[in-house]
């Protein structure tokens, strides 16, 4: 009998899920819309249908899906308790539990989508082969997820991995989506990005190729930086700095094996890798060995990667 | 047959020892003179001797001896190494291996002083009956220690838990010990607060019970800041809110279940509490759940508390 794990990435739109032959890659990956709010209730037997469906297309006996792992967008913690999440409308509960009911017993993991995309990245991407990992995801917001020993650091309250909103410049004026002032993901998402932009646009009157242009996007800036473009260099500098600040916080914290940027932003590629290590290391002076700082490499799969990973970790116990 | 556990905490001068019963406190606990720089290579039969012959005095057989933790002044890794420890002029080496031999085999674990230090608190201190830990220890200078699941986080380069250098005032132009500026250290030492107290008093005109002093302490300042000075309140204040961020990183890193502030700066208790928790709130904006911050318990007995524990981790396995 072979044996499978599933792992689901439940979205805000659509709910990914993969099935993966265990130690393999995914032999299918699929999505299905996300129920949520008044429907909420519908969400893990939609998820247990989806899975038993595929599973039959695919020839594969329930018996041999062994364990499923989870990732929802909410603050999950170390005991598996969500307290609510926002995003879907789903109110305090175990969704581990949950799931595993819908699925007649099978075994489930759950766990925060950016930590669970970050374990996805250990077992099967830019980090594959290293134990500790921090993983930024610079997306239109940034999260992340912190991996010691192969394992997600979900953290009393859920906040574990939540690095876009270390305060990294206390001095900011301007106020971040969660009400505070100076988060990192003012300054390294892609909505942070083009304010720096525009900031720097306002202020001063160096020329810049972006001078005029109505409205832009994280890409235009980071190409015009790659063009020479002084501006856009001037506020990639801004990014690589407070980026830079939140990386070496993490390496005088947890000290890391690797750590990996990923999110939309990072297909700009090695300029965000070479200013952020510019001020990494500035900012961790104890030093002169260096945490390597790479891109991850499963873009929007790491969801589902992860989340079989995390069924995995089900079965080695 | 009995059996016990020694921790040795090895300090620039001194090097502490306890024995403990397993699972028990200390029932002896004594110094010996640190032998270092050229004198270095005796350093472990002078420990091995001195647990012998308190052994013996003890009558406890070598055989009751069943495991030994070590604390030393540098960055011990994941796997035990030491690249170099400055303060005692120690080369590359795995320190429990060569204690270990010394003992004539005894199981011996090794760890960062300020880490193991940290772990004392959790195994038998502050925190005792948590999992999950972060201490921050505010002395000369600031250490110290992050414990995850009742271990020590070492990481890749031994920095774990290395939080006196996070830098938590980018715009600072001080410089700190560590040749870098705007680190914790700068902020929430005892060297630190006495600095802000001077830059205090040279920068304003207001009336305060330390002007005129030649020289004062870190324990006058927060005397004074009881007595309601309200200068020695504006240093507490800045003391709070950079001690306040880094708390609030820790907490958007690993989100442990408690604080513990340790050191002589601590003797001066709750109001040092209070403005660290006033901030720390601020700047963990993203929830209303807040994680206790409370005072060491163990004092200098931390280190030998913290390396039984160690030596009791060895047992486990």
């Known amino acids: 009998m072979a044996a499978y794990l599933v792992g689901v990435d439940v979205g805000g739109t659509t709910t990914k899920i993969g099935i993966f032959p265990q130690g393999e890659r995914a032999i299918a990956a699929w999505e299905i819309p996300t129920r949520k709010f008044e429907e909420i209730d519908y969400i893990w037997e939609d998820i247990a249908s989806a899975i038993f469906a595929k599973a039959e297309e ?186 830079g600040i939140a990386v070496a916080h993490t390496v005088l914290t947890v000290d890391p094996d690797i750590i990996i940027l990923g999110g939309g932003v990072t297909r700009a590629g090695q300029i965000l890798i070479d200013v952020t290590e510019k001020y990494m290391k500035e900012f961790t002076h104890l030093t002169n060995e260096h945490v390597p700082i790479v891109i991850a490499t499963l873009g929007n799969d790491a969801g589902i990667y992860g989340s079989a990973a995390l069924a995995a970790s089900l079965l080695d116990q």
Do not use: W
């Open 58 to 243: 695919l020839k594969i006996g329930k018996e041999e899906l062994k364990a499923v792992g989870v990732g929802l967008p909410g603050p999950i913690r170390d005991d598996g308790f969500l307290p609510r999440c926002v995003n879907l409308g789903m109110g305090a509960c175990h969704p581990a539990d949950l799931l595993s009911k819908a699925l007649g017993g099978i075994p489930v993991a759950a766990g925060n989508d950016a930590n669970v995309a970050a374990l996805g990245e250990v077992y099967y991407g830019a980090a594959k082969g290293y134990q500790d990992a921090v993983v930024f995801t610079l997306g239109t917001g940034v999260g992340g997820g912190i991996i010691l020993k192969g394992r997600i650091v979900a953290g009393n309250r859920g906040l574990g991995g939540e690095v876009g909103h270390m305060v990294v410049n206390p001095d900011e004026e301007a106020v971040c989506n969660c009400g505070n002032r100076g988060c990192l993901e003012q300054y390294a998402s892609a909505t942070g990005i083009v304010r720096i932009a525009h900031k720097f646009l306002k202020e001063t009157d160096k020329a810049s190729s972006l001078r005029g242009l109505e409205d832009f996007s994280c890409k235009t800036v980071c190409d015009e930086a790659k063009a020479g473009d002084e501006l856009a260099l001037d506020t990639l500098e801004v990014f690589g700095k407070y980026l």
